[in-house]
């Protein structure tokens, strides 16, 4: 019954957990059960020891077995909905992007206005900060009127980068230099000019699993090849995934969301951080931060940037006002000592400056204290809407859906039953006034095609409930149908 068939392309200890977890979902092994010793289990399965008990972390991970002191590990009653997120599956190699054109699709959804926003990561809109940015614009213009129309210098209006680094003091402690700090158009020219800093051409860039697709699309653009980490939906990048990665793969440098990620919601613990950033220097791995959601935990405690956590691995930091703040103003911004040169010369040559009149809006808007006033009240209304969202999941979907547990952020990632194609169900939704982000965006290898991501970062309307209501019946009948 149990024999690992060793398929070329998966690894070892993921063919364990298919093993036992079709074992259980076909009756074979019930709840009560004992699983078989390591050694049994590495004896009839024909893998190792330590290969077995990878798997069987993994399996209680998701709460689909138990260890019990002196005894070993058993099978779990697993109630719906209390199915953890399985860890998710990715090619193991580096790949170019195969989705381009659904990308392409998704972007013109997501930006109709007429939709109901469910595809959409913009927090900002859940409660807008437009009264009091309106106020701290006028101050600007009354105070610099003809200035703020003229160009900035190249990394920025000195008066913000000074006020990003007294953020960074008052929300983490930690003391960052402004001279390190250059404004950029939104955190995507953040990323970019970090990654052109850092690689050229043909580079391996490392990613989480899912991803952030805006990532994916800039890697492919200067012709880099992604390659997928596998990432815990509870705990984010897996140190030893990392590891064997950098040890069998010439990756350049990875680009990991690990205060707050998208699509998953997680942040990675602090003592796994500081490993990740052991095993980077280890390597010779440079790491290009995107912390664009890293104030918008739900407890409000804002993790470290990785760059601070100590080492010496070479890291950028890459942040934004657009999850935050305003996303129509185009502000982000990089940290970083060594490249900041390097990042002021492709700066003036990709798009010169950034617009000044946001900067100082901004400046305003932090100096004056409304920003960490905006950020208290956010908090609290994406919690909100995040119960609610899961609510509704709970009430809609079919039992078998299982969800991520978000600690911030704006949007909720979903595994649906695996008959369903959430790229067609994506069309479908669009028909019915509907925006949603298909899976197969968050990966270059396109896997994810049962997956779906879902917003909450909206003013909740009855809009939403319905296409919730819309989305749980479609997701059932198709369900039902593909039996
Ligand atoms: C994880 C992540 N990084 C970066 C960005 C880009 O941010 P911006 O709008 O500031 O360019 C986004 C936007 O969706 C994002 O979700």
Redesign the pocket.
Known sequence: MLQVSKQEGTYLYRQVIDLIAENIDAGALRPGDRLPSLRKMSQTAGVSIPTVRQAYIELERQRRVESRPQSGFYVRHVAANDIVLPTPSYEGEPIPLTCRTLMERVYNGINNPDLVPLGI?NPTMARPAAKALHRAMKRVMARAENRSLGYSATLGEPALRRQIAYQYLDTTGVQVDPEHIGITN????A?LLALKAVASEGDIIAVETPT?H??LELIDSLDMLAIEIETCPEEGVTISELERTLQTHDVKACMF?TTL??PLGVTMPEKDRRKMVDVLEKYDTILIE?D??GDLRFDGVRPVPAQFLGGKAHIITCG?F??TAA?GY?I?WVVTDEYIERISQLKRAFSCTSGLLQQLTLADFLASGDYTRHLKALRPVLKRNADRLAALVAEHFPPQTRTSKPVGGSVLWLELPGGVDAENLFDEAIEAGISIAPGRIFSPCSCYANFLRLSFGHPWTEHTENAMRWLGNRVTEIAAQSG
């Open positions: 990561a939104g955190g995507q020219e990323l952030y805006g990532l969301s990620s998208n995107d664009v959601y934004s657009s999850k996303p185009r982000g």
